[in-house]
């Protein structure tokens, strides 16, 4: 019998999905100037929640108001709003599906604008300018200890606020895949050098969580497949790490892959925007990490879970039914329609609406900016797309598929301003 989207799936806990589909973490920034969830949580988690996902993860929330990702996210960190994190896991868990909290400290991508001095594995600053993040400063071993201990407290706070799951953020270049990569993190102590000491604070997150959250609530990792740079994490540690964390009783594992340096995380070179569009033949097997979840299949003993690039249900058909992940991950595609999910459990749609990628960021009001910096706007657009349209959907409005990337772009950095500026203020 060959597989369906709409099959449930019982993980290792024994929480069991009911369908195959999830919502991929999606960055908010929506939290008020204290960090803390709001109604527009609330509305956008409701709406994705009907939407159909058998799984929602939350947007990446922060275990240290000090470091931020983006100024607007949610942190756990003293700062009250537990209220308002209860209420935002009623209205995201309403149709019985799942809805975890993604759990992240973003080292040395938190930018300057929130701090300037960011802790981190090692002082290696990352090489993209015009990412704008701060100066990274070295941790000490208590402050390691500390991050620690903090995700664990979060972990904790999120199941005792209603999210029936976590997510450890290993991926992207935030602290942990920071940890991961010989790149970013030169440590010559217990925490650096082999992989096994690159791993240790990932590994010592997941063990010491499964005992704070007990045996039946379901932890996942997102991990990147590789950091696609010469002397980066590679494809194989990644497969070394995916072993250990089957040993500590991870129940799904998401793969993803790149950071801020090499934005693999949002698609191939040429589906950026101002690139020739992904060719028609290609689309069938259009997810970018398919090739890595093939080889990492045989080792990894718990479900799998691939994000980046889906747009067909027949792709995803075809993935599950080879064998190649358990669950779809989508983002993007449910910034313009919260209802995708639910289309194609029933067939009513048979691809994602991706509006933003047919969209060529006008170049002409940018001024004068070189090809490089042009083509970094254009991803950065893209993003600002996605991140619109879930404060509008935070506002109780639908999407709007009109916006053009450089009127995105524009709020987007308007958004970003206000949000650091009001951050600031309480601080
Ligand atoms: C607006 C936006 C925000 C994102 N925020 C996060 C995040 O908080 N945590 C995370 O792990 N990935 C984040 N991602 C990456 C997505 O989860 C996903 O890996 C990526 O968008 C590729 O999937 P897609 O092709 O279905 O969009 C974000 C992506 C976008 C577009």
């Not at 991050?147 to 999120?158: L, Q, S």
């Not at 997810?287 to 990492?296: G, S």
């Amino acid at each position: 019998m060959p597989l369906n989207l709409s099959d449930s799936l019982k993980l290792p806990c024994g929480a069991v999905l009911t369908n195959r589909l999830a919502k991929a973490a999606m960055t908010e920034g929506l939290a008020d100037e204290m960090n803390r969830a709001t109604e527009r949580h609330v509305n956008l988690y409701r709406r994705w929640a009907k939407g159909g996902a058998g799984l929602l993860l939350t947007g990446n929330v922060q275990v240290d108001r000090t470091h931020l990702e983006r100024p607007g996210n949610i942190a756990i960190d003293n700062n009250g709003g537990l209220e308002a994190l209860r209420a935002m896991a009623k209205a995201g868990t309403c149709n019985g599906n799942h809805l975890w909290m993604q759990i992240n400290h973003p080292g040395r991508q938190t930018p300057a604008s929130v701090n300037p001095k960011p802790l981190a594995p090692s002082a290696v600053p990352i090489t993209v300018a015009e990412a704008g993040c701060g100066d990274p400063v070295e941790m000490n071993e208590a402050q390691i200890l500390d991050v620690i201990k903090r995700f664990v407290h979060t972990a904790t706070v999120a199941r005792d606020c209603g999210f029936t799951g976590v997510q450890i953020h290993s991926a992207h270049g935030y602290l942990m895949s920071q940890f991961l990569s010989p790149l970013s993190n030169h440590r010559r102590d217990a925490w650096g050098g082999s992989l096994e000491n690159r791993a240790r604070a990932l590994l010592e997150i997941i063990r010491s969580t499964r005992k704070a959250v007990g045996n039946d609530f379901p932890i996942a990792v997102k991990l990147n497949s590789a950091d696609f740079q010469k002397g980066g994490f590679t494809e194989d540690e990644s497969m070394q790490v995916v072993r250990w964390l089957g040993e500590e009783g991870v129940d799904l594992l998401e793969i993803s892959g790149g950071n801020y340096e090499q934005m693999n995380m949002v698609g191939h070179a040429e589906d950026q925007p101002g690139k020739k569009p992904v060719a028609e033949s290609t689309r069938l097997r259009e997810a970018y990490f398919l090739d890595y979840a093939t080889k990492v299949r045989p080792m990894a003993t718990m479900p799998l879970m691939i994000t980046g690039g889906f747009t067909a249900r027949q792709g995803m058909l075809d993935a599950l039914n080879a064998g190649e992940l358990d669950v779809v991950g989508l983002a993007r595609p449910l910034s313009s329609d919260p209802e995708l999910c639910r289309k194609l459990l029933t067939g009513e749609t048979q691809a994602a609406p991706r509006p933003e990628l047919a969209m060529v960021l006008d170049r002409a009001p940018l001024g004068p900016v070189d090809d490089r910096t042009y083509r970094l706007m254009g991803v950065w657009a893209e993003v600002a797309w996605s991140s619109m349209q879930m404060i509008r959907m935070g506002d109780g409005k639908d999407p709007d598929l009109n916006m053009s990337l450089l009127e995105a772009l524009g709020a987007y950095d308007a958004n970003e301003r206000a949000a650091a500026e009001a951050y600031h203020k309480t601080r």
